[in-house]
């Protein structure tokens, strides 16, 4: 096959927006509305809250730190067969949790296999979708990304009403069902060669050329701080509002409410990071300050409507922070080396989620409020977009790199490489 | 002269009559002091008879003491001899005693005593309600009682500042009550009735009422706290375990029970006859139905009942129990619409390919042609 100059910027590009919108739906949709299963299992297994809301949280480390693992197998095979083996994967774990006697199952079947599943899919197509668009990329990245906020509306009361029918076995065993669809989306990725593919070589040079980079290693750093505030606000909202005594019906509607212009959020963030000039990383600088202020100032406020737009605001702006951030690493390392790339930023970011929530909680459980854990988040939420101002070009008015300097750039990277390798004779 | 009845100052020749009544204790009802009047007689030993008469009243306060005085009369003399005198001490806040004294028209004597103490248990709680009524709208209040306790109710009515020509009463159904104490400041009415709650049948409806030109009344209901179940189906399936739980807040229940629905009945649940049954209770506030080994015939209506000093209370759970099967069906139908699509999606592809590869064979073919 004819290696590409330049990425197709459309055609069956739309198609991969498609699959990635429906990809992020099915896995972070899911884990997003899992909260409805979390209260029956409570029930059912008569277990404590905090080992229930493990499954979840094993679900989303093995989806991170699985992420490499995924990116490793698309750059070698391609990103269809190991997206649909993922779909396979996470199916069948949900299929057996359907099945489960203790809480065990649950983690090894949900967490493990449904993790690992997961972790199979939702990096490598979103590097492919970032091989299929350069100039539109980010617009692309933030239409796909609504999928995430568009199923969590429709999958919490989808969930709900499969259990009230169903109870939790048989909602787990539709929705495996569901996560089936991630077959069908891996389907629709076809592969894509780029002239930059060859030069970087295979997944382990990629690898060791990445940790070698150093703009790469401090956005890593970046996205790890903006990670562990970012997930915060998701898990306590709701609890938050409860402790300022706000009957549930209306606590809904906000989040509702966050949900909507989360979703707005992310696609106009997408259309400007492709319609402003220079750096992305500039805009993923500002939304990411924003949202930090946005949550620092939530304790603060009391009043319903100071509240409400506080939430509105966090959740515009922490929608716009997604598209833009998986937008900037093509930028940094090129469009050859994204599968690793995105790979290895997952699985260390992840580390930052898997701290957030509970240092939150701890912090909820020390204070008695919320008030200490939100200022946290957006404290962390800003110590990563002063980090993200150390990266290369920030202040330049640059465009994107082109093909060219791109490859220049992979075969400067590997000669080094080559030449820090101890002469042994 | 043996008689009790002593008669004094008897103008007949039979000093040894005595007249008790100067003995006795009476109630002054305008001061509400209880005086008891003692007079002693020194009598001459020659002429038998009395020289000189003393007298002490002593006055007692009505709200701490009530004496029972008894004077002992000696057979041959008739002349006391003996005075006892026992003083029950009351503490206010225990008991209110109601002393009446029935005295006959003819002679004066006290004919009969009556005592009738009602006595606040001060080991029982003792609960204040009161309700404003302002017009002719009928003022409710709704509590929840679940033991024993000492009640005081009132109800302030504003009037139209006539305060003679109210009538105020109080009524549990159609039975009018005793024992209400009114007072008024200026236009406003306090009345206020005091008594105790010990079972179910004193639980119901108070009511107070004030007649004027309108009626104007205040309810006060009594009831036991209610039991709250789940007011949705629960869904399990067959070899699961559920666990039924009733709950009932801000109260501490004495005894729980479970029953079974059978037909029309209810079966009460008998935990020992098998393992399947359990029941636990973690606190009085609730309790825990929990039922292993499900199978379909184990579906329908559960009641769990509360048992209170002051009543019951109960409330229905129900159970569904399905097959595995039920969910499966959906499930193969989605699975088959997967492979489907799948199918679509790759032979689609191929096709475009096929295409493709054709036109370019055609290309080259030309190219190798123009060669």
Redesign the interface.
């Known amino acids: 096959m004819a290696h590409r100059a330049e990425p197709p910027d459309g055609g069956w590009g739309w198609m991969v927006v498609l699959s990635a919108f429906f990809q992020s739906a099915l896995v972070f949709g899911v884990l997003r509305s899992f909260g409805v299963f979390f209260v029956e299992l409570v029930a059912a297994f008569e277990e404590q809250a905090a080992r229930v809301s493990w499954i979840a949280s094993i679900g989303i480390a093995v989806q991170q730190f699985g992420s490499p693992v995924g990116s490793a197998l698309s750059t070698k095979y391609g990103p269809r067969p190991v997206v649909m083996a993922g779909g396979i994967l996470a199916a069948s774990g949900m299929l057996l949790a359907s099945l489960a006697t203790t809480l065990t199952h649950l983690y090894l079947s949900i967490g493990l296999l449904s993790g690992s599943g997961w972790a199979l899919t939702f990096t490598p197509t979103l590097a492919c979708l970032s091989r299929y668009f350069s100039r539109r990329r980010s617009l692309a990245t933030g239409l796909a990304l609504t999928g995430v906020g568009l199923s969590s509306f429709a999958f919490a009361p989808l969930f709900q009403w499969l259990v009230s029918l169903y109870a939790w076995r048989g909602a787990l065993l539709l929705v495996s069902a569901l996560s089936l669809h991630l077959v069908a989306c891996g389907a629709l990725l076809r592969p894509l060669s780029l002239m930059e593919d060859p030069v970087v070589g295979g997944p382990g040079a990629q690898l060791t050329s990445l940790l070698h980079h150093g703009p790469f290693l401090r956005y890593t750093v970046a996205l790890t701080l903006i990670n562990t505030g970012y997930f915060i606000p998701y898990v306590h909202l709701i609890a938050h509002l409860q402790d300022l005594d706000w009957d549930p019906l209306s606590a809904a509607f906000l989040v509702s409410v966050v949900a909507i212009s989360d979703l707005v959020g992310r696609v106009a963030s997408g259309w400007l990071g492709d319609a402003v000039p220079g750096p992305v990383a500039r805009l993923l600088m500002l939304w990411t300050t924003l949202t930090g202020v946005s949550l620092a100032l939530l304790p603060v406020a009391h009043t319903p409507t100071a509240l409400m737009a506080l939430a509105v605001a966090y959740g515009f702006t922490s929608g716009a922070l997604t598209p833009v951030a998986f937008s900037v690493l093509p930028e940094l390392v090129g469009t050859g080396r994204i599968y690793c790339g995105l790979g290895l930023v997952q699985m260390v970011e992840s580390i930052g989620g898997l701290l957030g929530a509970p240092l939150s909680g701890y912090l909820r459980d020390v204070t008695g409020n919320y008030t200490a854990s939100f200022v946290v988040a957006g404290s962390f939420l800003l110590a990563g977009s002063g980090i993200l101002m150390t990266l290369p070009h920030f202040c330049s008015l640059a465009s994107t790199s082109k093909p060219q300097d791109r490859i220049r750039e992979a075969v400067e990277t590997k000669v080094s490489l080559s030449k820090e390798e101890p002469e042994e004779d | 002269c043996l008689g009790i009845n002593i008669t004094l100052f008897s103008p007949s020749f039979c000093y040894c009559h005595y007249r008790r009544d100067r003995n006795t204790v009476f109630l002054d009802s305008r001061s509400r002091t209880l005086k008891a009047l003692f007079i002693k007689y020194i009598v001459s030993p020659f002429t038998s008879l009395p020289i000189r008469e003393e007298t002490t009243t002593k006055h007692f306060n009505s709200s701490l003491e009530t004496p029972n005085i008894s004077l002992t009369v000696s057979p041959f003399t008739s002349l006391p001899i003996r005075e006892e005198t026992t003083t029950k001490h009351f503490n206010s806040s225990l008991e209110t005693p109601n002393i009446s004294l029935t005295v006959s028209p003819f002679t004066n004597l006290p004919i009969r005593e009556e005592t009738t103490t009602k006595h606040f248990n001060p080991s029982l709680e003792t609960l204040n309600i009161s309700l404003t009524v302002r017009s002719s709208v009928p003022v409710e209040k709704n509590i929840t009682l679940e033991r024993p306790s000492n009640i005081e109710l009132t109800c302030q009515f504003i009037t139209s500042g006539n305060v003679n020509s109210v009538n105020v009463t109080w009524k549990k159904g159609n039975k009018q009550l005793e024992n209400i104490h009114t007072n008024a400041t200026g236009s406003i009415l306090y009345t206020q009735y005091m008594f105790i709650i010990t079972d179910s049948k004193q639980m119901g409806s108070y009511s107070c009422f004030l007649e004027e030109e309108k009626e104007q009344r205040g309810t006060f209901n009594f009831k036991v706290p209610e039991v709250q179940g789940k007011n ?1 189906p629960l ?3 067959v070899g ?1 375990s559920v ?1 039924l739980i009733c709950k009932c807040q801000h109260c501490s229940s004495l005894n729980w029970t479970w029953y079974s629905n059978n037909g029309s009945a209810q079966v009460p649940i008998d935990v020992q006859m098998n393992d399947k049954y359990e029941i636990k209770g973690t606190n009085a506030n609730e309790t825990r139905l929990k039922i292993t080994h499900l199978s379909e015939d184990n579906k329908g209506s559960y009641w769990c009942r509360a048992a209170f000093p002051l009543g019951e209370s109960e409330q229905r759970v129900e159970l569904v129990v ?1 097959s ?1 099967l ?3 069906k ?2 193969l139908g ?2 088959a619409e ?1 492979v489907i ?2 199918a679509v ?2 032979l689609y ?1 191929t096709h475009t390919q096929k295409k493709k590869k054709l036109t370019d064979d055609g290309k080259e073919f030309e190219q190798i042609e123009q060669l």
């Open positions: 949705k869904i399990t399936y699961d666990v399905l595995y039920v969910p499966l959906p499930f989605i699975a997967v699509v799948v999606i790759l592809e």
